[in-house]
């Protein structure tokens, strides 16, 4: 038994399957009653690779698999330009499992930090299973579940020490389809010298193991 948030016992799995069959079954999570489905991984549960995204859109909680629609296709361009196979070098996963409602008019809301601190166990339980060498966090969700920061012009690019592990806060790719100026200091020419870091330093650690 690991101890997790508020120092409350942590469930632990005995694998990536079962683990997803117990949240597939979740009806006490805060987003429950907005009836929107679970989603909660693709790509290669053995890489080293992984990517923590938000929380799913209409697109990925439609079909149960996170970055899928407009955003996903441009997060595999940026992993195949760095030579990442998104099926078989990645597993994408996210810092909030179901899609949240409305607000004030608006189709769809950020999670609220309650919601992030509910999911964090499972996101923690994820990451214990796959075990990856890198973590890439796309956005102030994913960034603010694991490191506990927002801000995420600040701090994209860093390294972080997380365990035994490293990750680095990066523009979720919404962010870069809301601002695709191509300024030699614009979101996408960052954001490629992120994933340029990225290749290099996955590299050096491969090549160690």
């Known amino acids: 038994m690991q101890y997790g948030l508020f120092n409350e016992p942590q469930q632990t799995w005995d694998s990536l399957d079962s ?7 979740l009806e006490d999570d805060p987003l429950f009653p907005a009836g929107t489905n679970m989603v909660i991984y693709r790509g290669n549960p053995k890489a080293k690779l992984m990517i923590v ?33 998104p099926e078989n070098d990645v597993f994408i996963t996210n810092a909030v499992f179901r899609l949240p409602p409305g607000d004030n008019g608006k189709p769809l809301r950020k ?3 309650d919601e992030i601190v509910y999911y964090k166990p499972y996101l923690l339980e994820i990451i214990r299973l796959i075990d990856p060498v890198i973590m890439l966090l796309t956005g102030n969700v994913a960034t603010e579940s694991l490191l506990g920061k927002v801000g995420i012009t600040r701090l994209r690019g860093q390294w972080f020490k ?48």
């Open 111 to 113: 999670p609220t930090s």
């Open 19 to 25: 683990l997803v069959d117990h949240m597939m079954k």
């Open 53 to 85: 995204g938000e929380a799913p859109g209409t697109e990925e909680d439609r079909m149960g698999k996170p970055f899928v629609g407009r955003s996903g296709q441009l997060l595999d361009k940026i992993l195949r330009a760095a030579n990442f196979d």
């Open 162 to 209: 997380w365990q035994d592990k490293w990750a680095m806060p990066v523009f979720h790719p919404a962010y870069l389809l809301r601002n695709p100026v191509r300024t030699p200091d614009g979101p996408k020419a960052l954001t490629w010298r992120d994933i340029q870091e990225v290749r290099k330093k996955f590299d050096e650690i491969m090549a160690n193991e």
